[in-house]
Structure formats: structure tokens, C-alpha cells
């Protein structure tokens, strides 16, 4: 099972950007389809955006326009660079990989995006 490790989250204001990255303890090159959730204080866990193993994207109506996730195969890495923050993105922010074609998917443990002036 691959283990992920998150990180680049932190307190921003809003209208500011943050980069937040996931590094993968293994290739995720053509295995994983790969996936940012967040989960706002209170509420449920929601997906923010994802990526497959060809690099197909997909994006929360939210988000769009805003948010944009890429991948660095070579680093084992997934990216997702958020522009124009609102308050309303606050939340802790995990990453998923899922194995193309099954069920099997592991998370990591998050990090924290807090947008407040």
C-alpha cells in the first residue's frame, strides 16, 4: 500500500495562493489515479479535484478556474496550486490514490488550509 505524505498547507489570506504537494512512497506512474479531498470544519469530506494515470483532470464547480492539479511522475509527486483563495476553502486538505481499475486507495493523513484575513 502506498503511503503519501502531504504538505504546504497553512494560513493565508484571502486572495492569496498556496501550493500544496503529495509525495508518494512508490511510482505512481501508470497505477494511480490520483486525487485532493478536503474536508471543511463540520462537514463532510468532499472531492476538490483529480487526476488520472493518462492526466486527465477533473475539478469541483468551486474550485474551477481557480484551483489546478498536476503531477510530476518522476517525483512520485501530485500538486494541486490554489490561486485566489476564498475563506470558504478553509479545511484540511488530504490526498488519494486510488489503483486504476480497482477499489484500493490510500489517503494521507492532510494538511491544513486555513483562508482568514
Known amino acids: 500500500q502506498v503511503q503519501l505524505v502531504e504538505s504546504g498547507g497553512g494560513l493565508v489570506q484571502p486572495g492569496g495562493s498556496l501550493r500544496l504537494s503529495c509525495t508518494a512512497s512508490?511510482?505512481?506512474?501508470?497505477?494511480?489515479?490520483m486525487n485532493w479531498y478536503r474536508q471543511p470544519p463540520g462537514k463532510q469530506r468532499e472531492l476538490v479535484a483529480g487526476?488520472?494515470?493518462?492526466?486527465?483532470?477533473t475539478y469541483q464547480d468551486s474550485v474551477k478556474g481557480r484551483f489546478t492539479i498536476s503531477k510530476d511522475n518522476a517525483k512520485n509527486t501530485v500538486y494541486l496550486q490554489m490561486n485566489s483563495l476564498k475563506p470558504e476553502d478553509t479545511a484540511m486538505y488530504y490526498c488519494?490514490?486510488?489503483?486504476?481499475?480497482?477499489?484500493?486507495?490510500?489517503w494521507g493523513h492532510g494538511t491544513q488550509v486555513t483562508v482568514s484575513s
Open positions: 487526476i488520472t494515470t493518462g492526466g486527465s483532470t
Open positions: 512508490r511510482s505512481i506512474f501508470g497505477i494511480y489515479h
Open positions: 488519494h490514490a486510488l489503483v486504476a481499475g480497482t477499489g484500493l486507495a490510500s
